[in-house]
């Protein structure tokens, strides 16, 4: 009898994010901050999210959990293990959010609750999402406490405004990783910090993460950390991925003018002192007048008349890379090869 080679199924992701619109209501209309994003984080996948201020990071992080604030997802799907969190009711969402999908903010400030003492609100923390007793919740509070190299005491007698901010955010971290979450969202975890500070708090970020066996979506300005932490790169402009690919290679050979601009932008170890850093001309078109076409076109160097007429798709390149550039519309190595010199 012939044997059969079972096909190996491929695995889905974890969080996958389709179509994803969301919208605000403002006094002058409504606005559209994040319009047709999509993108996925694979199991124990580090998944870094970049793109100038305003391009709709952090709301395409709150909307995965529903924390949007006065905004709403007009359309498409967040799949987490493949339900769609947006028809989840309250309480389905409140199991998923700290237990199985955590978020760290730029300000620990804006998180803790200024009247407990940190420590309090690690146990609480505990037990709102494990429904585990007091005792119990104290003794992983203080492993997680311990892990996290935020001194127990008496530092967990403390309110939120004696710490430092360093302390603070390792007490973010803490309280996130309590729970063992399968995807730890961090949005900008260390940009208020000083550098030394920053670099402590990312290396305890991957130590838990390797740890706790964690995913993570890193929200960040800063390229060297990209480089550093990333699996996949997701690159956002004015509210849609105009790029996105393995780190190594979208930092070597980016595949959309935009991306080549940002990392231009960047120092490297290799740049001449003497030249100056290339800054992206322009700024990003504001919600309410994005330009037709292309939404980079106004700021990119290589764009020609179709750019201003035709809206690019996130096309498909190999290597399991992706860019929304007309450069990329019949796909020829020779085009491709022209992004990078943008
Ligand atoms: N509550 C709100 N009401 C109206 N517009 C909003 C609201 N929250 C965000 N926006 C708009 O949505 C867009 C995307 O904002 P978002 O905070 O996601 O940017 P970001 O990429 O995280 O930027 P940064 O790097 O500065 O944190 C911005 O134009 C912002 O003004
Ligand atoms: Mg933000």
């Known amino acids: 009898m012939p044997t059969t080679v079972p096909t190996p199924q491929p695995v889905p992701p974890l969080l996958q994010i389709e179509d994803l619109h969301v919208e605000f209501d403002t006094p002058d209309g409504t606005v559209e901050a994040v319009a047709g994003v999509g993108f996925s984080v694979g199991a124990q996948e580090t998944v870094a999210v970049v793109g100038e201020s305003g391009s ?82 104290r003794g992983r509070a203080s492993s997680c406490w311990s892990r996290s190299h935020a001194r127990p005491a008496p530092q967990a007698r403390r309110y939120p405004h004696q710490l430092s901010g360093g302390q603070r955010q390792r007490v973010m971290i803490a309280i996130a990783l309590a729970c063992s979450p399968r995807l730890l969202i961090a949005d900008e975890p260390t940009t208020a910090l000083d550098v030394t500070i920053e670099a402590q708090i990312l290396e305890l970020l ?62 490297s170890g290799e740049t001449d002192r003497a030249e100056p850093l290339a800054a992206i001309p322009g700024v990003v078109p504001p919600l309410r ?48 090869a022209a992004v990078k010199g943008a």
């Not at 004015?238 to 690919?245: K, M, T, Y």
């Not at 076109?297 to 929304?324: F, I, K, N, V």
């Open 206 to 267: 991957r130590e838990l993460q390797a740890e706790y066996r964690s995913a993570m979506l890193l929200v960040t300005h800063d390229m060297g950390v990209v480089a550093e932490t990333a699996d996949r790169v997701v690159v956002f402009y004015a509210g849609q991925v105009v790029e996105q690919g393995p780190t190594a290679e979208v930092l070597r050979d980016p595949q959309h003018p935009y991306t080549a601009a940002l990392l231009a932008a960047v120092p």
């Open 289 to 336: 007048a994005m330009p037709s076409g292309c939404r980079f076109h106004t700021r990119c160097a290589r764009a020609w008349d179709d750019c201003a007429r035709d809206e690019p798709p996130l096309l498909p390149l190999p290597g399991g890379r992706s860019a929304r550039c007309l450069l990329h519309r019949s796909g020829t190595a020779l085009q491709a």
């Open 56 to 137: 709709g990071k952090t709301v395409t992080a709150l909307a995965v959990l529903q924390l949007l604030d006065g905004g709403r997802i007009s359309r498409g799907r967040v799949l987490w293990d493949g339900t769609d969190l947006t028809g989840l009711d309250r309480r389905a969402l409140r199991r998923i959010r700290g237990n199985e999908i955590a978020m760290i903010f730029q300000d620990p400030m804006t998180s803790l609750d200024p009247l407990y003492t940190v420590g309090h609100q690690i146990v609480e923390g505990l037990r709102l999402h494990r429904r585990i007793d007091k005792r119990a919740a």
